[in-house]
Structures are given as structure tokens and as C-alpha cells.
Nanobody, 126 residues
Framework: QVQLVESGGGLVQAGGSLSLSCVAS????????TGWFRQAPGQEREFVAA????????YYADYVKGRFTISRDNAKNTMYLRMNSLKPEDTAVYYC???????????????????WGQGTQVTVSS
């Protein structure tokens, strides 16, 4: 059974930073691309960032590019999201996800991800 568990969310002032972690279990973590998505109240879940199974490729949504950094440590079965220069509009529940398909490329499409964590709340105050 594949499980993804996020941690690290919280309340921060605008301009501040937070780091999220996602620990995976249940299948070989290093064989699958992974990503971060977020969902604000009343809005659809949107793509934030993704990283290839090897960690060699990283992709970002335009609205976080230059502020967020995605990374992974395959030895620890863990993915990270470092968020700097946070804005109130970054407020959302953040979800980690693991792609379907062995060693497939990253994707910004949430339908390409087979497994999801329970989410962690990030709140940025103005």
C-alpha cells in the first residue's frame, strides 16, 4: 500500500519561508516522478512543482518560479518543497503526489498522479 505523508505546513507572515516534506512508503520511491500541488478554498487543485524520478529535472508553475525549490532524497524516500518569499495568495492546502507509470516524465496534470498525501495547510498572513 502506497502512502505519502506531508509535514511542515503552518502559519507564516508574508515574505517568510516554510519547508514542506513528503515521506513515501509502499513502493520504490526512486522509480517515480513526484510533485506538489495545492488547493485553496473554493478553487481547483493546481500544479506547483514536479521533479523527475532521478531528481535531475525540476519544473515549476510560473507563479512560484524563483521562489519555491523542489528536491528529493531517494535514499530517504522523501521529497521537499522549500518556499521563500511567501505571499498571501500562496495560502492553500499543499499535497504531495507520486506519478503513475514507472520512470515516466514529470507532469503538471493532476490526473497523471496515482497517489496523494493527505495535505498540509500553509497559511500566509499579510
Amino acid at each position: 500500500q502506497v502512502q505519502l505523508v506531508e509535514s511542515g505546513g503552518g502559519l507564516v507572515q508574508a515574505g517568510g519561508s516554510l519547508s514542506l516534506s513528503c515521506v513515501a512508503s509502499g513502493r520504490t520511491f526512486s522509480d517515480y516522478a513526484t510533485g506538489w500541488f495545492r488547493q485553496a478554498p473554493g478553487q481547483e487543485r493546481e500544479f506547483v512543482a514536479a521533479i523527475t524520478w532521478s531528481g535531475g529535472g525540476r519544473y515549476y508553475a510560473d507563479y512560484v518560479k524563483g521562489r519555491f525549490t523542489i528536491s528529493r532524497d531517494n535514499a530517504k524516500n522523501t521529497m521537499y518543497l522549500r518556499m521563500n518569499s511567501l505571499k498571501p495568495e500562496d495560502t492553500a492546502v499543499y499535497y504531495c503526489a507520486s506519478r503513475s507509470g514507472l520512470r515516466r516524465p514529470t507532469s503538471p496534470n493532476r490526473n497523471d498522479y496515482a497517489y496523494w498525501g493527505q495535505g498540509t495547510q500553509v497559511t500566509v498572513s499579510s
